[in-house]
């Protein structure tokens, strides 16, 4: 693995626990010993982020069957339109359920 980036998505609609600044700096810094994970924030769609740093695939968590309902419709509309293929979500559970929740798109570049 060359890097990978976690790509923290910025909708005004949504109202957050944290602000984005504050939210980049708190995954920062769990990562900070790590030089392959980079965070970065935008305000575009996902697959135009996952583009623009060229990734080969898309990590998406979820909490909820919510959350997995909306994220299908979500990964087969990229799949049809931007033809992206490599798409995947993972589940949070216990200890990480949090974490998950804040590191929500993970973009893998190889």
């Keep these: 693995m060359d890097e990978v980036v976690i790509g923290i998505g910025i909708n ?7 602000p984005t600044e504050k939210r980049v700096e708190m995954i920062e810094k769990l990562f900070a010993d790590d030089p392959r994970v980079k965070i970065d924030a935008y305000d575009c769609l996902t697959i135009d982020f996952a583009r623009a740093k060229e990734a080969q695939f898309i990590v998406r ?13 979500i990964a087969d509309i990229n799949r049809k339109l931007a033809k992206y293929r490599n798409y995947s979500v993972i589940y949070g559970a216990g ?16």
């Design 12 to 18: 005004e609609n949504k109202k957050t626990w944290f």
């Design 61 to 73: 968590g979820i909490r909820t069957v919510h959350d997995f309902e909306y994220e299908e419709t």
């Design 95 to 110: 200890t990480y359920f949090y974490q998950l929740y804040y590191c929500e798109r993970i973009i893998a570049v190889w």
